[in-house]
């Protein structure tokens, strides 16, 4: 059982965090989605959950204009939220994404936020509020406009409806 008065979450700006911090988030992040061969982008924030001084989750925050149907957006990216898998099952997903999504909605004053998933986690997201959008999602590679095969999903943190269509990240996926 875990003490949840042990856990501490912190939001950092990515350019604050020196390079040793960075470079440990990121292999964490590629050992648990580098089998997906995907070129992501690199959040611009940080959600670092702690629990008794040892990191044990994380979710990176982007903030992005995309286009849907060729209208501009302002929202934010959920990328990379991981557990440690000793503490997966405890509901420390859903305290973490509450406080990315409170963060974007208060501190960011944006109006949605988007992930990309795989399908065996639809069932955490869809616990937080988070649904389903058909999209086509497309997204930037090297190689070209991409369009991602899994899950696009969105959370409103505000009364405003999510437009329908083609939804083009302008950019490297999160």
């Known amino acids: 059982m875990i003490d949840i008065r042990g856990i501490n979450i912190n939001i950092y700006n990515a350019t604050d965090m020196n390079k040793?911090?960075?470079?440990?988030?990121?292999?964490?992040?590629?050992?648990?989605?580098?089998?997906?061969?995907?070129?992501?982008?690199?959040?611009?924030?940080?959600?670092?959950?702690?629990y008794d001084n040892e990191i044990i989750g994380?979710?990176?925050?982007?903030?992005?204009r995309i286009n849907i149907n060729s209208k501009n957006l302002e929202i934010s990216g959920i990328t990379g939220?991981?557990?440690?898998?000793?503490?997966?099952?405890?509901?420390?997903?859903k305290i973490m994404l509450q406080k990315a999504t409170n963060f974007i909605k208060d501190k960011l004053k944006l109006k949605f936020a988007l992930l990309l998933c795989r399908d065996e986690v639809v069932p955490i997201y869809k616990k937080c509020n988070w649904y389903i959008?058909?999209?086509?999602?497309?997204?930037?590679?090297t190689t070209g406009l991409k369009e991602y095969s899994k899950n696009t999903m969105v959370i409103n943190l505000s009364n405003n409806i999510w437009p329908d269509g083609v939804i083009n990240l302008k950019g490297l996926p999160w």
């Open 20 to 50: 040793s911090e960075l470079d440990s988030l990121e292999d964490w992040f590629n050992s648990e989605f580098g089998y997906i061969e995907i070129e992501w982008a690199k959040p611009q924030w940080y959600l670092i959950m702690k």
């Open 58 to 64: 994380r979710i990176g925050i982007i903030k992005r």
């Open 81 to 93: 939220a991981i557990i440690k898998e000793q503490f997966r099952g405890k509901k420390l997903s």
């Open 133 to 141: 959008v058909k999209g086509p999602t497309l997204f930037e590679q």
